[in-house]
T-cell receptor, first 113, second 113 residues
Framework: NAGVTQTPKFQVLKTGQSMTLQCAQDMNHEYMSWYRQDPGMGLRLIHYSVGAGITDQGEVPNGYNVSRSTTEDFPLRLLSAAPSQTSVYFC????????????FGSGTRLTVV | KNEVEQSPQNLTAQEGEFITINCSYSVGISALHWLQQHPGGGIVSLFMLSSGKKKHGRLIATINIQEKHSSLHITASHPRDSAVYICAVTGERSNFGNEKLTFGTGTRLTIIP
């Protein structure tokens, strides 16, 4: 049982490049979400999904796309990276009806130069 | 003013001391979460609660819904408790208690041997 797996752990992009941050979970969790963490600010929700085929925007969705074709995977796409997207990104998942909280991935540190 | 405020921002204590971290929120909620972020960056869910009190080992979390306030206590603190502790809430319009978290900025706890 691997939990939530995020790849890559580190990435450096040039402005304008595209990339996909991968997130996979093997716990059959319905709910998956992406957050970014910036110094001096709390984690902020980018996008979330309550099940396969269903996604919605969070607090800071601009510049990011997501899709949820399977229960297990929830990739985050940066179509044209900008320096403002330099951040640490976390994926998290949970059952929809739970009192046990979330399981977080180990994070991806992204630098856009 | 942020919807979720934590205090103190930084806390340094001697090993063995009783620790209290506070969280106040300004919105109606369906649940409150306490998370621990290790120095290496990983995030672990400690508690999810909507009323009363929960205990796990040396950690105790309480919530007062009427006062919109929660506390995280650590008894017999140890250097391995050194981490950032993050409070987060799920708004009361959530049907499931675990969607669209709003986070505080965290409390950095350092326990000195």
């Amino acid at each position: 049982n691997a939990g939530v797996t995020q790849t890559p752990k580190f990435q450096v992009l040039k402005t304008g490049q595209s990339m996909t941050l991968q997130c996979a979970q093997d716990m059959n969790h319905e709910y998956m979400s992406w957050y970014r963490q910036d110094p001096g600010m709390g984690l902020r929700l980018i996008h979330y999904s309550v099940g396969a085929g269903i996604t919605d925007q969070g607090e800071v969705p601009n510049g990011y796309n997501v899709s949820r074709s399977t229960t297990e995977d929830f990739p985050l796409r940066l179509l044209s990276a900008a320096p403002s997207q330099t951040s640490v990104y976390f994926c998290a998942s949970s059952y929809r009806r739970t009192s046990n909280g979330y399981t977080f991935g180990s994070g991806t540190r992204l630098t856009v130069v | 003013k942020n919807e979720v405020e934590q205090s103190p921002q930084n806390l340094t204590a001697q090993e063995g001391e009783f620790i209290t971290i506070n969280c106040s929120y300004s919105v109606g909620i369906s649940a409150l979460h306490w998370l621990q972020q290790h120095p290496g960056g990983g995030i672990v869910s400690l508690f999810m609660l909507s009323s009363g009190k929960k205990k796990h080992g040396r950690l105790i979390a309480t919530i007062n819904i009427q006062e919109k306030h929660s506390s995280l206590h650590i008894t017999a603190s140890h250097p391995r408790d050194s981490a950032v502790y993050i409070c987060a809430v799920t708004g009361e319009r959530s049907n499931f208690g675990n969607e669209k978290l709003t986070f505080g900025t965290g409390t950095r706890l350092t326990i000195i041997p």
